[in-house]
Structure formats: structure tokens, C-alpha cells
């Protein structure tokens, strides 16, 4: 991989997009064995030529290519030179994959001192970049310090002012914690910390840097790099917040971002990293960090700095982000959270929030998440315009189950609609077909045409029902299904047997309805691994990405987003329309959006 593209990735953040390119889909290499059939290479010089090849692979961004060149080579009759340069190019493949623990693996195989200089290069800004997509902030700098040394005088200076820009992030408690045997790494930590506390009275920074020369007199920062870094720069200042982006073609991540790109506002996310919501949070992640990588593509990318909200008190963690510089705030997730945050604060910065509270308002409390009441709406809605008139509501005996046939009700009567039954079924047993059965042998208000059917359903259950449904005497009712009927996983075979069922769910996940870059099928190797639960939070991460900065908007337009069209209403909630789609053929076909 060219140097030069890898180093825009690691000066420009946890995620950029460079030519570790995250959508685009490739197999992991395989774990070294002959695969069958593969072509034995014996000769060290056989080896040489398959490595190079793969090399030129990963260079060309032909990643499909550098695996079956990988999997090529015999791992075990390798000398440990070309065992190194085997690892380091298997770990850009599982990085170009998004898999960086399995790219940090290979990287401990590698030895750094058997490999030239350039693959030393490159080995430490791969190496950088996987700890940043894992998260590993300290990782991530500790293996950018080892890289300055290597860069040449032109490039180096670029690369101290990334190292300076991500501590002055972190909070002072990382910023005083002392490595051992790390005296580059602590001179980097102290010398943030200088700055982060002095940097409003010049007088007291100018004695504290000169005690750091001391401690620290053959640091790489010397004092031409840190007066330079201190001067104000026009760039420094934020800019306005843009208006609502909108939708271009997609410009692949592969492409190199430009040497000019500008950095945008400092946002901080307030995620939990444990505990039960852990997976959730790691979704919207995910999402987030994929929409930074596409906007540092477009010249325009936040900033984030992720806190665990199991580690304090979600209003202490509010307070540090800001203190540390961030104009804007997503999260918390828990609506324990959003709760305490909104009575124990004044919020000087906006907060996102992930989630939402009823009955809460607050200024500069924007509440934002996957509300089912959104989902029954748009499925209310739906049904309506398509001229029904009376409606069965069926949902799960479950707590969350009556919840959702309440949203139902209470959307359908906002639609003018009637309610002629209303009914609960036992989630285990699937025992939706018997109460259907009754109702359908039910006489109908005259003049009324057909009911709608508005059920709150698992995908099994709706699979299981469909068939024995069309067994019965009668044309079947029109169903229109709440999100949950669909795993969110194109399917068509296994969802062969809900044709005919309508939905109301977020453009993300239908062909041609959202009009962003990161579609569905781009981000196809982020979502395979997820819960069929956590499929929708990574669109909410993309969505979560860009909000702040087109909140200011939002009140006077609708913002495209993956899931919906958000717009926001006078308390601060944001709301959504979502896209509408029936099931044919297996595959749910867009049909307009819920107005």
C-alpha cells in the first residue's frame, strides 16, 4: 500500500478514507494452509515473486486478488523476512475488511527489523490505523510516535501535529498517567497537558514549556515545531455549520483524501463500552466512525472523542467533553441517562441524544432514536392512504408487545380510522391464525372495503402465519407489518413466503430510497457480522454522524437521512418519515415513503 495514502488515514483521525477502503467486500485471508488445488511455491524466490504480487495487489486495491495470492503462498516454508511482509499484507486485507482485531494479530507477527525501511513505514501507519479503528487511542498514538523517525523531514511534522491534536483531546487524567520505559510517549503526554492547561495564559505556557525542554531535551518536538503549533491559524476557527448535505454519487474510499481537508466541529459521543446496551452502542459505532471516513472524503469531517458512560457519572463525563472542547455532544443512549443529564446539567453544548424521553424538553436537548412510535405512525399513515378504512390490530401478550399495539391504536385513530378488534397473542406459540380466523368470520361495517390488518410480528411468526393465512376461505386481509416482521437481511428465499406484506421502515435498508453513499450494499461488510437487532443502529450511527451540524437546519427542512427523513419538532424531538415497502418475490419492493 503507497505510504503516502495510509497517512492521510492516521493524520486525519480514528477513520479516514484512504485507500483502506471498509466497502468494498473481500474474504479475510485464510490462515495460511495450501488451500486445494492452490499452486505449490516452494523456492524462496517463488515466495518473493507470490508476495510481490500480493503487494501489488493490495496497491492497485485489488484486495480479492492479494488474498487468492496469499492463500498461494506455503506459510510454513516462508523465511521469516517474508513471514513478516506475508502478515503485513494480510493485515490491509483484514483491514480493508473493517476487521481490525484479526489485523492487529497478524501485525504481532510481524518483526519490524526485518523489513526495509519503507515497510517499516508502512507497517507503523498500518499498525496505527488498526488500533484506531479498534479504538485504542493510546495504541494508536504510541504507534504513530514510532513512525516519525522513519518519515522523511517534509512529512513529519504533519504527523506530530495529529499525535498533538489527538491527546489534546483526552481527558488530564490520561494526559498525567505516566508510561514505563516511554519517554518519547510521556514527553507527548506531558506536553499536552501543558497546553491543555495553560493555553489561555501565554505567560504561564511559555515557563511551564521551558521546564518541559528540561525534562524532555531531546524530544522530537523541538521548539520551531511547538511555537508553530501554538500560533493561531485562521483554520482554527469554526466554520458555520453547513446546511443538510446533498446526496452525491459515491466517491469510492480508495481514493486518497486530499492534502486540504478541513477539519469541522469536535463532537463527543457518550456511548457505554460494557454492560447490556454495549452491543447496541458498538453498532452506532460503528456507523459513526464509517460516516467520519466518507465526510474526510468530501473535505468536511467532525472530529469524535468516544467516552464509556459506564466509567462515571454521564453529567461528569458532559462536563469534561466540554471542557475538552466539544461543540457538540451525541448520546447518552439510556433514557436513565438522557434523564440524569437533562436534570443535573446546563447544557452549554448541544446534546444528541440517542433515545427518547417522554415528556422531556430542554434547550439544547435534541432527542433522537429508532421510536416505534415513528414506525406505527408511518404504518398508520400508509394503510390510510391506501384507502383503508377500519383496521384488526394483532400484537405479541408481552409488555413490549402492548405497548406497540397501543402505538398502533393511538396511530390509526389519529388517521380517522376505526379499530374493530384489538388482540394479544402468545409469542411462543404463533397463535395468530386462530384470532384472524375469528375475525374474518365476523360481519364488517358496511360500505367500509377491506381492513387492514396492523400487526406487530417476529419474522418467524409472520412466515409461519402467511401461508396457512392464504389456506382459509376468502381473500386473506391486507397486512401491514410494523418493522420488526423484517431481520432487515435481504433474503429472498427465506422470506419467500411474506409476499404481500406491507412495510414501513428506514430508507437504508431499501434499494434506491436513501440517496447518501453509504447505502446498504457499501456497507455490506460493517453490518453481516451484526445482530439482526443492531442492523438498523448502524444506520442510526451514520445519521447520528451527521445531525449536529444540520440541526440549525432541520426546522425549516427535512434532512435525508438513513433512517428517514428527519425533521424536528418544537421540543426538540426528532422525528421521522420512513420509506414503504411490500414483499414480492422475498424482497421488500419500495413503494413510496409514509407521509
Known amino acids: 500500500m503507497p505510504a503516502n495514502r495510509l497517512l492521510c488515514c492516521i493524520l486525519l483521525g480514528t477513520l479516514s478514507g484512504c485507500s483502506l477502503s471498509l466497502f468494498k467486500s473481500a474474504a479475510p485471508p485464510a490462515n495460511n494452509p495450501p488451500q486445494p488445488g492452490a499452486a505449490a511455491v516452494k523456492a524462496p524466490q517463488d515466495s518473493a515473486a507470490g508476495l510481490a504480487a500480493a503487494r ?8 480479492p486478488a492479494a488474498q487468492r495470492q496469499l492463500d498461494a503462498l506455503p ?19 483484514y483491514l480493508h475488511n473493517a476487521d481490525a482485531e484479526q489485523a492487529l494479530a497478524k501485525l504481532e507477527s510481524v518483526r519490524p527489523s526485518s523489513l526495509s525501511k519503507p515497510e517499516q513505514i508502512e507497517y507503523f501507519q498500518t499498525l496505527a490505523f488498526a488500533h484506531a479503528l479498534a479504538g485504542n487511542r493510546m495504541n494508536n498514538i504510541y504507534a504513530r510516535a514510532r513512525l516519525i523517525p522513519l518519515l522523511p523531514k517534509q512529512e513529519r ?49 511559555a515557563d511551564e514549556l521551558k521546564i518541559w525542554r528540561l525534562n524532555y531535551p531531546g524530544h522530537v518536538a523541538d521548539k520551531d515545531f511547538i511555537e508553530a503549533y501554538l500560533k493561531p491559524k485562521p483554520a482554527e476557527k469554526l466554520p458555520p455549520p453547513p446546511p443538510p448535505p446533498i446526496a452525491t454519487p459515491f466517491v469510492s474510499p480508495a481514493i486518497s483524501t486530499p492534502a486540504d481537508v478541513q477539519t469541522g466541529p469536535r463532537v463527543a459521543v457518550l456511548l457505554p463500552e460494557t454492560g447490556g446496551y454495549a452491543a447496541a452502542a458498538k453498532a452506532i459505532k460503528t456507523g459513526m466512525l ?58 452549554s453544548a448541544p446534546v444528541l441524544a440517542l433515545n427518547h424521553v417522554e415528556n422531556l424538553s430542554k434547550p439544547n436537548l435534541y432527542q433522537f432514536g429508532l421510536s416505534p412510535l415513528d414506525d406505527a405512525a408511518a404504518l398508520a399513515a400508509k394503510a390510510a392512504r391506501d384507502g383503508r378504512r377500519y383496521a384488526w390490530i394483532l400484537s405479541p401478550d408481552n409488555a413490549q408487545g402492548r405497548r406497540l399495539g397501543r402505538y398502533l391504536r393511538d396511530a390509526w385513530l389519529e388517521q380517522a380510522g376505526m379499530v374493530l378488534e384489538e388482540e394479544y ?59 420488526g416482521v423484517y431481520s432487515g437481511r435481504p433474503n429472498p428465499l427465506q422470506d419467500a413466503e411474506l ?25 455490506q461488510p460493517l453490518w453481516q457480522p451484526l445482530a439482526d437487532s443492531q442492523i438498523r443502529l448502524l444506520a442510526l450511527g451514520l445519521d447520528a454522524y451527521a445531525l449536529p451540524a444540520a440541526l440549525p437546519h432541520m426546522a425549516e427542512q427535512h434532512f435525508p437521512g438513513a433512517t428517514g427523513w428527519l425533521g424536528l419538532d418544537e421540543d426538540g424531538r426528532v422525528n421521522r418519515k ?13 413503494s413510496g415513503a409514509a407521509e
Open 578 to 590: 420512513l420509506a414503504c415497502a411490500q414483499f414480492h418475490a422475498g424482497l421488500p419492493t419500495l
Open 157 to 205: 511534522r504533519a504527523d506530530m501535529t495529529g499525535i498533538l491534536d489527538a491527546l489534546l483531546d483526552m481527558p488530564l487524567t490520561v494526559l498525567n498517567k505516566p508510561y514505563q520505559n516511554a519517554e518519547d510517549i510521556n514527553g507527548w503526554l506531558a506536553l499536552a497537558a501543558i497546553i491543555q492547561q495553560n493555553r489561555d495564559e501565554p505567560e504561564a505556557l
Open 290 to 347: 464509517a460516516a467520519q471516513k466518507q465526510a474526510q472524503l468530501n473535505g468536511q469531517a467532525a472530529g469524535l472523542t468516544f467516552y464509556d458512560t459506564e466509567t462515571a457519572d454521564i453529567a461528569t463525563l458532559y462536563a469534561q467533553a466540554v471542557a475538552a472542547g466539544a461543540q457538540y455532544v451525541v448520546g447518552p443512549l439510556t433514557k436513565e441517562h438522557i434523564q440524569q443529564l437533562a436534570e443535573s446539567s446546563d447544557l
Open 425 to 483: 397473542y402468545e409469542p411462543k406459540r404463533h397463535d395468530l391464525l386462530t384470532i384472524i380466523s375469528r375475525w374474518m368470520s365476523s360481519p364488517l361495517p358496511p360500505g367500509g372495503g377491506e381492513p387492514a390488518l396492523l400487526l406487530a410480528a417476529a419474522p418467524e411468526a409472520a412466515r409461519e402465519l402467511m401461508p396457512r393465512l392464504r389456506q382459509l376461505a376468502g381473500p386473506p386481509p391486507a397486512i401491514y407489518a410494523l418493522p
Open 499 to 523: 409476499g404481500g406484506v406491507t412495510l414501513c421502515d428506514i430508507p437504508w435498508l431499501f434499494s434506491n430510497a436513501y440517496a447518501g453513499p453509504l447505502t446498504l450494499q457499501a456497507l
Open 56 to 63: 501489488a495487489a493490495v496497491s492497485a486495491g485489488d484486495y
Open 75 to 93: 506459510y510454513a516454508n516462508l523465511i521469516p523476512a517474508q513471514r513478516s511482509q506475508y502478515n503485513l499484507l494480510a493485515a490491509a486485507v
